[in-house]
């Protein structure tokens, strides 16, 4: 199977929260990324959170890692139009070796 | 954060030929790393350029098809020789600064090969 595993589409209402979920394999990653792709674009650094942390807020966003079951969720609270693009999971493996799922789409309706 | 340009945005490119993609960073980096996207899938390592020496290959790519430059700390270029269209894919550059475990990406090369 796929080492870092995300849902491929998600819909949701403006205003609403988002969770976009990833389930990853390797228990020895210290970091675990979350990047977001709009259409045409490149990768931008949402956030990321330490193997040893379990959760963390900056602003909308809201990370919680549940390392035992090696699941990562992002939250984004007041989901807005701009919010619409591909949500990468990635997991580091050390070295700059980042293994990222296949993406999220979050698609965002007025 | 780190400031990272690419060129070209966008080429298309006949089958046999080579193209050069060179990625510029605002400021000096230990660490900088050649991504590909291919059509619809995630984004996998190709290789660590390293400053000085040469690049470190991962499993499934090798120096005679994306050989690599590293001359200094803020620029790197990615050769894909003797393309095919199944190298048609986005390669993004990608640089860890060494501060907070943060990496950043480069907007991407858009490959097109026909």
């Known amino acids: 199977g796929e080492d870092v595993e995300q849902s491929l589409f998600l819909s949701v209402r403006e205003g609403d929260s988002s969770v976009i979920n990833c389930t990853y394999t390797d228990s020895s990653s210290t970091y675990l990324y979350w990047y977001k792709q709009e259409p045409g674009a490149g990768l931008q650094l949402l956030t990321y959170?330490?193997?040893?942390?379990d959760m963390k807020q900056d602003q909308r966003l809201t990370v919680l890692l549940n390392k035992k079951d090696k699941h990562l969720s992002l939250r984004i609270a007041d989901t807005q139009t701009g919010d619409s693009a591909i949500y990468f999971c990635?997991?580091?493996?050390?070295?700059?070796?980042?293994?990222f799922g296949k993406g999220t789409k979050l698609s965002v309706k007025p | 954060s780190a400031v990272i340009s690419q060129k070209p945005s966008r080429d298309i490119c006949q089958r046999g030929t080579s193209l050069t993609i060179q990625c510029q960073v605002d400021?000096?980096?230990?660490?900088m790393f050649w991504y590909r996207q291919q059509p619809g899938q995630s984004l996998t390592l190709i290789a660590t350029a390293n400053q000085g020496s040469e690049a470190t290959y991962e499993s499934g790519f090798v120096i005679d098809k994306f050989p690599i430059s590293r001359p200094n700390l803020t620029f790197s270029t990615l050769t894909v020789s003797n393309m095919s269209p199944e190298d048609s894919s986005i390669y993004l550059c990608?640089?860890?600064?060494?501060?907070?475990?943060?990496?950043?990406f480069g907007p991407g090369t858009r490959l097109t090969v026909l």
């Open positions: 400021s000096q980096v230990t660490m």
């Open positions: 990635a997991e580091s493996r050390g070295q700059g070796n980042l293994i």
């Open positions: 959170i330490f193997s040893n942390m």
């Open positions: 990608s640089v860890d600064p060494g501060l907070n475990n943060e990496q950043f």
